[in-house]
């Protein structure tokens, strides 16, 4: 009897032994099946969403790669190109998405099962407008949301204007003439140690979007002639503080209160006030300018000779679709994103201790409704950026004397960078 027992206890140890490694041996298995995407991006920002993605999905390992700089657009063409290293997924900025959406490299994802015409509805218009590619399929989907407004300095509000009320200060600049008028007064008043605007940049940037071909030919849009007005009028009035636009001066500007109102997108409360500015929460305010513009924006796609399809539109329908991510994200990264449905619930109750308590997404919510709506076309970063940005230069700087000659400079570059357009005489 003693035998028989020793010999059950044995039995029964090696038959937990073996279910112990058998289950070992399931749990490795299991591990070994975890599925993997690669993707990849020009910034680091999209690490949040990663994270999150993985806990949502912990059978899904993504292999996340920042390319930060310029050479991210080069090496990402490359690799689309010869196959081999391509990414499932892949993030476009927006300036370059209309070089990228009619490449055969980028997934439909119109078509089923992926059927992203029905989720777009989501989303803001102006966003909606270079998210389709040439012949109406959606090529890439925009996560950002980037409508504008006006930054303010609150102190400098009460001071010069009497109050820091965001819709009282936004009644006295609602038009450039406005601000030109407080800008004189204050760089008087202030003994020239504070100005209505940092550079130049600031009148702009407040029209970005509109574009520069149309059927292959160049338009010159009659807004642009009035910023060559607006631009020098601005500098005769010593309205501008002339910070080079991302300078270490501009950059303090912002702490030391030099300047009254930046114009900035959605995105420009992390990366250019908080960056620049730590110190100085609860001394800022947003209002509406005299234009209602967006500035950037980041658009996510998937490679079309992808093997892991399933698994990169899980990625990327999360990242823009999934309304408990997109409050987490926003309410914790203080990130505005293109899901108007997300933003007009969060726009009730979410501020800013930044911005003095101010609610900021029932303003983002609002103003992005506004925006104007623009399909961009592959030449327009490089026209706008490149040529009449310079331009603009020159013309403030009185080497170019005349908008006429403004004008035909524009043609000049133009026909020299894309001899492939019309450039009318």
């Not at 992808?306 to 999360?318: P, Q």
């Amino acid at each position: 009897m003693k035998s028989f027992k020793r010999y059950a206890v044995s039995m029964i140890a090696l038959l937990s032994a073996t279910l112990m490694l058998s289950g070992c041996q399931t749990g490795m298995g299991n591990a070994s099946k975890q599925q993997e995407i690669t993707v990849w991006s020009f910034t680091d920002e999209a690490g949040y969403a990663v994270e999150k993605f993985e806990e949502t999905y912990p059978d899904i390992k993504v292999n996340f790669v920042n390319i930060p700089g310029n050479f991210y657009m080069t090496k990402l063409k490359s690799a689309l190109q010869t196959t081999s290293k391509a990414p499932d997924v892949f993030m476009i900025e927006n300036g370059g998405i209309r070089e990228l959406i009619d490449v055969p490299y980028l997934e439909n994802l119109s078509a089923p099962p992926y059927n992203a015409d029905d989720l777009l509805q989501e989303q803001y218009a102006f966003v909606q407008a270079n998210e389709k590619d040439s012949e109406g399929s959606v090529k890439a989907i925009g996560y950002q949301g980037t409508p504008g407004g006006i930054y303010y300095r609150r102190d400098l509000a009460k001071t010069y204007l009497g109050t820091d009320d965001p819709v009282k200060v936004g009644a006295q600049i609602d038009t450039w003439d406005k601000i030109f008028e407080i800008g004189e007064r204050v760089q008087r008043e202030s003994g020239n140690q504070v100005h209505a605007l940092a550079n130049w940049n600031a009148i702009s940037n407040s029209y970005d979007g509109i574009p520069w071909v149309e059927d292959g030919k160049l338009v010159i849009n009659p807004v642009y002639m009035q910023i060559l007005d607006l631009v020098r009028e601005a500098r005769q009035r010593h309205v501008l503080a002339e910070f080079e636009e991302g300078s270490a001066g501009y950059a303090a500007s912002m702490q030391k209160g030099q300047v009254m109102f930046y114009p900035g997108a959605t995105w420009a409360l992390q990366y250019t006030f908080k960056a620049n500015a730590p110190d100085t929460s609860g001394l800022w305010g947003l209002a509406a300018g005299p234009t209602d513009f967006s500035a950037g924006g980041t658009y996510i796609a998937m490679y079309s000779k992808s093997d892991k399809k399933d698994l990169a539109w899980k990625f990327i329908e999360f990242y823009n679709f999934n309304h408990d991510f997109l409050k987490e994200l926003a309410t914790e990264q203080d990130y505005f994103t293109s899901n108007m449905v997300v933003n007009d619930e969060l726009a009730q109750t979410a501020t800013s201790d930044y911005l003095g308590g101010q609610k900021h997404f029932e303003f983002f919510s609002e103003a992005a409704k506004r925006v104007p709506v623009y399909e961009r076309t592959r030449y327009d970063t490089t026209i706008n950026n490149d040529i009449f940005k310079n331009v603009l230069q020159l013309y403030l700087n009185n080497d170019i004397n005349t908008k006429e000659e403004a004008v035909e400079r524009i043609k000049r570059d133009v026909r020299l960078r894309f001899p492939e357009l019309y450039v009318p005489h």
